[in-house]
C-alpha cells in the first residue's frame, strides 16, 4: 500500500477517536513530506484538511504554508526566473509561486500554428526560448505585429474577458518553448493573490498589449462602415438551444453598422465575464423614412470594453449582415 495512503487512513483513525494532536502532528509531516517530494498539489490538499480538522492548530497551519511555499520557490528554473525577472520583480513571494506553478509548458516546431485569428483560445502565453510570431490577417495579408522573444507575453485579449474570440494569430518563427495559463486560474488568484491579475496587466501596458500593436500598424478591424446612434436597444440572452435565458434587459446604443452593434450597459465584472461569447437576441427602432422600423437580430457578445468611470460597452456581431442597416448607410 501507498505509504502516503497509510499515514492518511492512521489520520483518519487518529480523528475517530477523538485523538486529534496525533492527527495534527501526522497531517504536518505528511505534508513536509509531499512539499519535499514536490507534490504541492497533494501537500496544498492536505493542509486544506488541517484547516478543516483541527482549525486552532494555528502554528501548523502557519508553518506548513511556509514550507509549501519554500519548497516551491527552490524548484523554480532559474533560467525561467532570470528571463521573467522584469515580471517577477514587482511580485511578492506568493505571486511568484501562484504564477509559476499555474503554468503548463508547450513546445511548437518553426512554422507551426500556435492559435489563429477567431479562435475559442482563453490562455496567456509566456515565451521562454525561440521566436514566434504574432500576426493579423488582413484580406489576403498576413501582417506582422511583433516578433515575440523570450520575456513576452501574449493572449491578453480573450485572457482578460474583452473578446470572446482570438483577433490576432500566433505562430512559431523558430523553434519556441511557451508556458501558458488558463482563464481558468483566475477565481483562484482572486483568493491567494488579488493583484497578481492587474500586475499582469500592467506588464502589458509596457511591453506592448495587442490593441496598442494593432493601432500603432494602422489596423482598424472594423471593416463595415459604422455610425454613430442613440436610442435604446432590448436584449435577450439565448442558451444553446435557442432559447430565453433570464428577463430581456434594456441597453442605449452608441453605434452600428450592418454586422453588429454596440450598446452601454452597467454591470458588474463578474457578470460581464460570463456574458462574453453569449448567443443573444437584439431589437431596435431605426429611421426609416421619415418613421422608424423594428429591428430583430440574432447575435453574440463578441466584446466587452471596461471602462474605468462609465458603464460597460457591449459589442454585438450580427450573425448575419442586416439588409436595412446596410440599405440606411449606404453601404
Request: proline content about 3%; some cysteine.
Amino acid at each position: 500500500m501507498d505509504l502516503v495512503l497509510q499515514q492518511e487512513q492512521s489520520i483518519d483513525k487518529f480523528i475517530s477517536e477523538g485523538n486529534s494532536d496525533e492527527a495534527v502532528k501526522t497531517l504536518f509531516n505528511l505534508i513536509k513530506e509531499c512539499a519535499g517530494k514536490k507534490d504541492f498539489i497533494k501537500a496544498e490538499a492536505l493542509r486544506d484538511r488541517l484547516i478543516e480538522i483541527a482549525p486552532m492548530a494555528l502554528t501548523e497551519i502557519t508553518q506548513s504554508a511556509d514550507i509549501i511555499d519554500q519548497e516551491k520557490s527552490n524548484s523554480i528554473d532559474p533560467v525561467h526566473q532570470e528571463i521573467w525577472s522584469g515580471l517577477y520583480s514587482t511580485f511578492t513571494h506568493e505571486e511568484v509561486n501562484d504564477l509559476y506553478f499555474s503554468m503548463k509548458v508547450k513546445t511548437y516546431d518553426e512554422g507551426q500554428v500556435i492559435f489563429s485569428p477567431g479562435e475559442i483560445d482563453y490562455a496567456l502565453y509566456f515565451v521562454d526560448q525561440g521566436e514566434a510570431k504574432l500576426i493579423y490577417n488582413r484580406e489576403n495579408e498576413e501582417l506582422l505585429l511583433k516578433n515575440l522573444r523570450p520575456g513576452d507575453i501574449t493572449g491578453e485579449d480573450t485572457f482578460f474577458y474583452t473578446t470572446a474570440y482570438r483577433t490576432v494569430g500566433l505562430k512559431a518563427r523558430t523553434e519556441v518553448k511557451l508556458r501558458t495559463v488558463s482563464r481558468k486560474i483566475q477565481g483562484k488568484w482572486m483568493e491567494t493573490s488579488p493583484d497578481l491579475e492587474n500586475k499582469i496587466r500592467a506588464y502589458f501596458s509596457k511591453s506592448g498589449s495587442i490593441l496598442s500593436l494593432l493601432e500603432k500598424k494602422g489596423v482598424d478591424r472594423r471593416i463595415h462602415k459604422r455610425i454613430k446612434i442613440n436610442g435604446k436597444v432590448i436584449l435577450q440572452l439565448l442558451g444553446r438551444e435557442g432559447r430565453a435565458v433570464g428577463k430581456p434587459f434594456m441597453g442605449l446604443l452608441n453605434d452600428m453598422s450592418e454586422a453588429g452593434l454596440a450598446f452601454s450597459f452597467k454591470l458588474t465584472n463578474e457578470v460581464a465575464h460570463k456574458i462574453l461569447g453569449a448567443k443573444l437576441q437584439v431589437r431596435f427602432k431605426l429611421p426609416a423614412d421619415g418613421s422608424s422600423k423594428e429591428i430583430k437580430q440574432l447575435g453574440m457578445i463578441a466584446g466587452i470594453g471596461y471602462p474605468v468611470l462609465a458603464d460597460h460597452t457591449i459589442h454585438v456581431r450580427f450573425d448575419e449582415p442586416d439588409p436595412d442597416i446596410k440599405k440606411m448607410l449606404g453601404a
